[in-house]
């Protein structure tokens, strides 16, 4: 990596990694029948991400529903994992603002399976479940105009065990199981909130394959990655979901085993479990973007020395292997705790070094603090000079970059001579090579 990347790699850090862009202003009739008019003649996942938007700003709601779904649809063999993520927010804000809870809750667990322990997804997922959760109350509260039927009342018999299938049984229901699993994930893969129901039908199926104790190891595996996601959001069937994926798991040692049992112990707040798995799943696939990118997710809520390191280190491998991945990574570090860390540590230099030059043992002990959080840079062993620092600042990527976490403080930073050469001090003492992610 040259000094300049080196230079942009470190700011990214610094500063959260990208700004967004502002929202789109409030539409007229015009402007959606402009853009309708260019849809009947050639549709574009621009222009149909657009009129959605529109209609959403204006609070047609239904309509906004329409056009994201048409373009999912008709887009869906092109659509990167970014943009049926952002598409699907949105659909989730859409529902949800049309007061259809339970639509908007089953889009948001499709966010929630797509980024595990994303903070802000689950405080939207959490958000529509209060407000299913209110809908039911209030249908639960209204007096019934009929009598009540006693069979409503009436204890529920005693679960009984059933018996032992033979072989013949469990194998049917292992292909039924296993056709209604494939089914739900192709469902999923379209954004369709009707893979809950195709992972039910698969579960049934395979606990009847798995009394039978058929292909014990990939029968586990499905059913488990089955509960895994219908429900995201249930600890009860995450536990069962973990029981029998690590029995999977002690019966072969696959990397789609692993790697769905660590999304099951990031739901239970199992966080060391989680990262372990992680890494022994890229240990048997070292080139699987999706697995880097959600380990990167992990080590993000981590604590631990070198788990911010470890957050940009994984962030890196993804985007090398799916460049798409670079997009998804910098919305998530907006609200990072790992670029939280490091803004804080630049503020603390900026003001350190307000009224006095900072020594050289300070600009060694903030290097090393800063070389700690993000580990080796990669990169000649030259510094970081005033010439290319004020290169990156002046570029366009430079100026997109200063609306990031605490943004006037760093800027101010940037922007002061006497601070920059500050932070030039500490940039120059940050030199080693790529970390590897594991």
């Given at each position: 990596m040259?000094?300049?990347?080196?230079a942009?790699a470190?700011?990214l850090?610094?500063?959260s990694?990208?700004?967004?862009?502002?929202?789109?202003?409030a539409?007229?009739?015009?402007?959606?029948?402009?853009?309708?008019?260019?849809?009947?003649?050639q549709?574009?996942v621009?222009?149909?991400?657009?009129l959605?938007?529109l209609?959403?700003?204006?609070?047609?709601?239904a309509?906004?529903?329409?056009?994201?779904k048409?373009?999912?649809?008709?887009?869906?063999?092109?659509?990167?994992?970014?943009?049926?993520?952002?598409?699907?927010k949105?659909?989730?804000?859409a529902?949800?603002?049309?007061g259809?809870?339970?639509?908007?809750?089953?889009f948001?667990?499709?966010l929630?399976?797509q980024?595990p322990?994303?903070?802000?997804?689950?405080r939207l997922?959490d958000?529509?479940r209060?407000k299913?959760s209110?809908?039911?109350g209030?249908?639960?509260?209204?007096p019934?105009?009929?009598?009540?039927?006693?069979?409503?009342?009436?204890a529920?018999p005693?679960?009984?065990v059933?018996?032992?299938?033979?072989?013949a049984?469990?194998?049917?229901?292992?292909?039924?199981?296993?056709?209604?699993?494939?089914q739900?994930?192709?469902?999923?893969?379209?954004?369709s909130?009707d893979?809950d129901?195709a992972?039910?039908?698969?579960?049934?199926a395979?606990?009847?394959a798995?009394?039978?104790?058929y292909d014990?190891?990939?029968?586990l595996?499905l059913?488990?990655s089955?509960?895994?996601?219908?429900?995201?959001d249930?600890?009860?069937e995450?536990?069962?979901?973990r029981?029998?994926?690590?029995?999977s798991l002690a019966?072969?040692n696959d990397?789609r085993?692993?790697?769905?049992l660590?999304?099951v112990?990031g739901?239970?707040?199992e966080k060391?479990?989680?990262?372990?798995h992680?890494e022994r799943?890229?240990?048997?696939?070292p080139?699987?973007?999706?697995?880097?990118?959600?380990?990167?997710l992990?080590?993000?809520?981590?604590d631990?020395?070198g788990?911010?390191?470890?957050?940009?280190?994984?962030?890196k491998?993804?985007?090398?292997e799916?460049p798409e991945?670079k997009?998804?990574f910098?919305?998530?570090l907006k609200n990072?705790r790992?670029?939280?860390?490091?803004?804080?540590?630049v503020?603390?230099?900026?003001?350190?070094?307000?009224d006095d030059?900072?020594?050289?043992?300070e600009?060694e002990?903030?290097?090393?603090?800063?070389?700690n959080l993000?580990?080796?840079?990669?990169g000649?062993?030259g510094g970081?000079s005033?010439?290319?620092?004020?290169?990156l600042?002046?570029?366009?990527?430079g100026?997109k970059?200063?609306?990031?976490v605490?943004?006037?403080?760093?800027k101010?930073?940037?922007?002061?001579?006497?601070?920059?050469?500050q932070?030039e001090r500490?940039?120059?003492?940050?030199?080693?090579s790529?970390?590897?992610?594991r």
């Amino acid at each position: 990596m040259d000094m300049t990347r080196q230079a942009a790699a470190l700011l990214l850090v610094m500063l959260s990694i990208l700004g967004s862009a502002g929202p789109i202003q409030a539409t007229d009739a015009d402007r959606i029948q402009e853009i309708q008019r260019r849809i009947e003649q050639q549709p574009t996942v621009r222009d149909l991400y657009k009129l959605g938007a529109l209609f959403f700003f204006d609070h047609r709601y239904a309509d906004a529903v329409v056009s994201w779904k048409r373009l999912l649809k008709e887009f869906k063999g092109t659509l990167t994992s970014t943009s049926k993520f952002k598409v699907v927010k949105a659909m989730t804000l859409a529902y949800e603002g049309a007061g259809d809870c339970d639509k908007a809750y089953g889009f948001a667990k499709w966010l929630m399976r797509q980024q595990p322990g994303d903070d802000k997804i689950q405080r939207l997922a959490d958000r529509i479940r209060r407000k299913c959760s209110n809908s039911a109350g209030d249908s639960a509260s209204k007096p019934t105009t009929g009598p009540v039927s006693l069979s409503r009342t009436r204890a529920s018999p005693s679960p009984t065990v059933a018996p032992r299938p033979d072989l013949a049984v469990a194998k049917a229901k292992f292909r039924e199981g296993e056709m209604a699993y494939q089914q739900g994930r192709v469902l999923v893969d379209q954004c369709s909130t009707d893979s809950d129901e195709a992972f039910s039908r698969a579960i049934g199926a395979l606990e009847v394959a798995k009394r039978g104790e058929y292909d014990l190891a990939r029968t586990l595996y499905l059913l488990g990655s089955a509960r895994l996601n219908r429900d995201p959001d249930k600890p009860d069937e995450l536990t069962r979901a973990r029981d029998d994926l690590e029995k999977s798991l002690a019966l072969d040692n696959d990397e789609r085993t692993l790697f769905d049992l660590a999304q099951v112990y990031g739901f239970l707040g199992e966080k060391e479990k989680e990262v372990d798995h992680y890494e022994r799943a890229l240990a048997l696939n070292p080139k699987w973007a999706e697995c880097h990118f959600k380990a990167a997710l992990a080590y993000d809520k981590m604590d631990t020395p070198g788990a911010a390191a470890k957050t940009f280190a994984h962030a890196k491998a993804a985007i090398a292997e799916k460049p798409e991945y670079k997009k998804r990574f910098q919305e998530v570090l907006k609200n990072s705790r790992v670029a939280q860390r490091i803004a804080d540590e630049v503020i603390a230099i900026v003001r350190r070094s307000e009224d006095d030059q900072l020594s050289d043992k300070e600009i060694e002990d903030a290097a090393q603090r800063l070389q700690n959080l993000i580990g080796p840079t990669g990169g000649d062993k030259g510094g970081l000079s005033k010439e290319r620092l004020n290169r990156l600042i002046s570029s366009q990527e430079g100026r997109k970059l200063l609306d990031g976490v605490k943004s006037d403080k760093v800027k101010s930073a940037l922007q002061d001579p006497k601070k920059r050469e500050q932070m030039e001090r500490v940039y120059e003492k940050i030199k080693g090579s790529s970390p590897s992610p594991r």
